[in-house]
């Protein structure tokens, strides 16, 4: 059973930096890419960053330049770097492993998203 387990979040004034973590494990299939999303207080989920299969990265515009995501070798562990935080940053980050699931012996496949429960980061002013 796939399960992702985010951690590092906290309380951080703005300008901090905080570095979330997360551990996958169970994983038996192909993965197409990990990422971060976040959840601000009374909005919809949104895309942070991602990294593919290859290792091409993408950030969304409010992140550039201030957010790195990066894996280890294993692929076991996603990590997100976050720094100059702003108050605007404040949600909750999930993160997220986008696996191709061969179905049969013809090679079909179906690809699924699995993901974490999430952890809070708070920046405050």
């Known amino acids: 059973q796939v399960q992702l387990a985010e951690s590092g979040g906290g309380l951080v004034q703005a300008g901090g930096s905080l570095r979330l973590s997360c551990l996958i494990s169970?994983?038996?299939?192909?993965?197409?890419?990990m990422g971060w999303y976040r959840q601000p207080p009374g909005n919809q989920r949104e895309l942070v960053a991602t990294i593919s299969k290859s290792g091409d990265t993408y950030y969304s515009d409010s992140v550039k330049g201030r957010f790195t995501i990066s894996r280890d070798n294993t692929w076991n562990t996603l990590f997100l770097q976050m720094n100059s935080l702003r108050p605007e940053d404040t949600a909750v980050y999930s993160c997220?492993?986008?696996?191709?699931?061969?179905?049969?012996?013809?090679?079909?496949?179906?690809?699924?998203?699995?993901w974490g429960k999430g952890t809070l980061v708070t920046v405050s002013s």
């Open positions: 169970g994983v038996r299939s192909s993965i197409n890419s």
């Open positions: 997220n492993v986008n696996l191709r699931i061969v179905i049969n012996v013809e090679g079909a496949y179906r690809d699924r998203d699995y």
